[in-house]
């Protein structure tokens, strides 16, 4: 069983930065592959990032450019650096880890933490 802990959410001016942090338990966090989807109000959840355990990313297009993650494997915990926020990156953001072991998919998904982006 993996845990997530997401933290580092709070209320931001637009044009501001926040990180997210999420730390995972378990042993499997290594070869995972770390995403963060976010979640606004009457919107579908969308993912908004994601790190295998390579190293290689992806973003969505809406936050290219602003939004960076990366992963500490040494912590066992991901993050997402976000710059030059927007009132529409205002949403509940997920951690979730996805893995594979002999053909079985393991994923687990954090609480949640909320950023809201206003003035």
């Known amino acids: 069983q993996v845990q997530l802990v997401e933290s580092g959410g709070g209320l931001v001016q637009p044009g501001g930065s926040l990180r997210l942090s999420c730390a995972a338990s378990g042993s499997i966090f290594s070869i995972s592959t770390m995403r963060w989807y976010r979640q606004a109000p009457g919107k579908q959840r969308e993912l908004v990032a994601a790190i295998t355990s390579g190293g290689s990313t992806k973003y969505a297009d809406s936050v290219k450019g602003r939004f960076t993650i990366s992963r500490d494997n040494a912590k066992n915990t991901v993050y997402l650096q976000m710059n030059s926020l927007k009132p529409e990156d205002t949403a509940v953001y997920y951690c979730?880890?996805?893995?594979?072991?002999?053909?079985?998919?393991?994923?687990?998904w954090g609480q949640g933490t909320q950023v809201t982006v206003s003035s």
């Open positions: 979730n880890s996805l893995s594979y072991n002999l053909g079985v998919r393991y994923e687990y």
